[in-house]
């Protein structure tokens, strides 16, 4: 029986984080545009089509899609969309291959699972060409349905809180901003900082690096919410510590006004001591207030059942295994089996076996959920459980996630759960936020902090950034570069350059050993075409002009890293903050937190 859940107990956001670095043009196998190949074809096809079986039934998603601006610049890229159909096509020829294979072993099972696999790339070529190659346009479409909330992130996946300065964050989030209008037609609200990461505002000595003493100074920077504020952006995300660890801020409004009817539950609720992970808080710091950011902080204990590959859902023995594959096609055909069994002990995989673990796995997920949120149904503001996650978990690391999250919907809308699925910003509009606080810096990474992108393996990386970044600042500032149609071009990509060099990607594969000699590589790539057209620039400046060599180079680096057509060189400019006007704004701010400060009319 359905519930109606016009006033459910509480909320669940989940928040699906899609990126990849760029690597369109940059490789193709085992690193390079097959990874963004396999992503469009287990995850972002997938998510479109459990969206459109969704609609079909009348089952609201309420899913907050994050599509970093990086992602959308790939999807939309003709080489992509050109290739990608070989690809797919390649697949669908393997899975014949090994479909005869099997048929002539006598295997029948295994000749089931490569019509599965069949079946499954055909799927998603005539849903590519359905969409005329435009997938972004097929997230658009839900957006605009009112299905799903789509957000942005920085603009190459930086990690802002060890950019070197402040232009630099800036920059991420501006051009990021600009892309996602560009692509999805609309002023986005929410984003996602890359790795959950933050920082607050107040003096900062640049990291030692290389084991050298640093000889830059350090300076007054600027925290992420007023970047975020200065673009129109009304939230973000981070992890459980940086709210359970903050501080309380009184509001800068002081009491509630008459306008707020006495309520001892809501200042209860608004004023406890301790941080409640479920519910929104509005970023303290030096910036206007007018425009303060909101932070949703992560939820420990479902984000671990989700996402962990030893104990989580993922780690299920009838569930596809990720790294075992038939090659040449490259299709998997085993089971997890189990954490420790060895690659050559995997039992085959079923199909249906592992859609109803599945679907036993979202009932069981929508349990833990209420559970979680029990003990706050009862407050007069309704608890809201943050559930974020790295989109390419669903379909492409964890095969059966895709049809798991349609049915942690289905679950939710079909039966008597208390609780309803909703987006960040239909929340935010619904209801106030908690409090202040004042974050510490740090991210979801290991330990919290941001030993994963600066350690004795990448710092060398953070020296040649830190001196992109203050050279780009002063060529920007400057603005010769504005005389002239080649300056223009020359420092276009330069900062196009410099935002490739700023991935936090390179930093991770080093780190992790995913791909290090990949990292390295593409990190050296930016950094070298950095070099040369500071070279260009320089000459320019010097000649007047450039020579038939470096013109054609200049040409062959644009059509390379042709990134964010509508970059602008003056985001980098030192000292310039975006002003912020109340018009600029998608709605009306919500002014005071219950208990705290009163909400605009």
């Known amino acids: ?141 839900f957006a605009d349905l009112g299905m799903i909330e789509l957000l942005t992130c920085s603009a190459t996946h930086g990690y802002m809180p ?23 037609g609309k002023h986005p609200r929410g984003i996602w900082s890359p790795e959950c990461g933050y920082r607050p505002a107040g003096h900062w000595e640049f990291p030692r690096l290389d084991g050298q003493e640093q000889q830059r100074p350090g300076f007054d920077r600027m925290g992420l919410e007023e970047a975020l504020a200065e673009n129109g952006l009304e939230y973000f995300f981070v992890d459980t510590h940086l709210v359970e660890d903050s501080r309380r801020i ?81 299709h998997r055909y085993w089971q997890v089996t189990g954490p420790r069994v060895d690659i050559g002990d995997k039992l085959v995989y079923w199909p249906q076996r592992a859609a109803d673990k599945a679907r036993e796995h979202a009932r069981h997920f929508v349990q833990l959920v209420h559970e979680s949120l029990q003990a706050s149904f009862n407050e007069s503001i309704p608890p809201v459980l943050c559930a974020p996650f790295d989109a390419e ?94 300056g223009s071009r020359i420092v276009k990509q330069l900062c196009r350059e410099l935002l490739l060099m700023e991935s936090s990607d390179w930093q991770f594969l080093i780190t992790t050993g995913a791909a290090r000699d990949y990292g390295e590589m593409r990190f050296m790539t930016h950094n070298d075409q950095f070099g040369e057209l500071r070279t260009m620039w320089e000459a320019l400046e010097r000649d007047g002009t450039l020579d038939e060599p470096a013109l054609k180079r200049l040409a062959e680096i644009e059509q390379r890293d042709s990134i964010f057509p509508e970059i602008d060189p003056g985001a980098w400019t030192a000292g310039v903050p975006r002003r912020l006007e109340p018009q600029s704004v998608a709605r009306p701010r919500l002014e005071v937190v219950y208990g705290e400060r009163e909400r605009s009319s």
Not at 56 to 83: M, R, T
Not at 265 to 273: A, D, G, N, V, W
Not at 400 to 428: K, M, N
Not at 439 to 446: I, K
């Open 1 to 141: 029986m359905t519930k109606p859940k016009a006033t459910p107990a509480g909320f669940l956001a989940i928040t699906l984080h899609a990126h990849l670095p760029y690597v369109v043009n940059h490789g193709t196998w085992p690193h390079g545009i097959e990874w963004l190949h396999e992503a469009a074809a287990e995850t972002y096809l997938p998510l479109l089509r459990l969206l459109r079986r969704l609609e079909k039934d009348g089952v609201p998603a309420n899913l907050n899609l994050n599509i970093s601006p990086i992602l959308l610049e790939q999807l939309a890229h003709p080489h992509f969309i050109e290739d990608f159909p070989k690809y797919v096509n390649r697949k669908i020829i393997a899975a014949r291959e090994d479909e005869a294979y099997f048929l002539q072993s006598g295997d029948m099972h295994l000749t089931e699972t490569a019509r599965f696999w069949g079946r499954f790339f055909s799927t998603a070529l005539g849903e590519f060409t359905e969409l005329g190659g435009r997938i972004v346009d097929g997230f658009r479409h």
């Open 162 to 184: 060890l950019l070197g300065t402040d232009e630099s964050v800036r920059a991420q989030v501006s051009t990021a901003v600009s892309a996602h209008q560009l692509h999805l």
């Open 250 to 330: 009184p509001s800068p409004y002081g009491p509630p006004t008459s306008r707020l009817p006495k309520n001892p539950q809501l200042e209860r609720t608004t004023l406890k001591p301790q941080r409640s992970v479920y519910q929104p808080y509005y970023v303290d710091g030096p910036y206007d207030k007018r425009f303060a950011i909101t932070v949703f902080p992560r939820d420990p204990s479902t984000g671990m059942q989700v996402w962990s590959g030893d104990t989580g859902y993922p780690a299920d023995a009838d569930y596809l295994d990720f790294h075992k594959k038939r090659f040449p096609g490259g």
């Open 393 to 486: 978990l669903f379909g492409h690391w964890w095969f059966e996630g895709a049809l798991w999250l349609e049915q942690v919907c289905r679950v939710i809308h079909e039966h008597d759960t208390d609780i309803a699925t909703i987006t960040c910003s239909e929340y935010l509009d619904r209801f106030p936020r908690a409090s202040y606080i004042a974050m510490p810096e740090g991210s979801w990474g290991a330990e919290g902090n941001h030993q994963v992108w600066l350690n004795s393996d990448t710092s060398w990386t953070y020296a040649k950034i830190y001196d992109a970044e203050i050279y780009t600042r002063d060529l920007c500032t400057n603005g010769n570069w504005r005389e002239s149609e080649l």
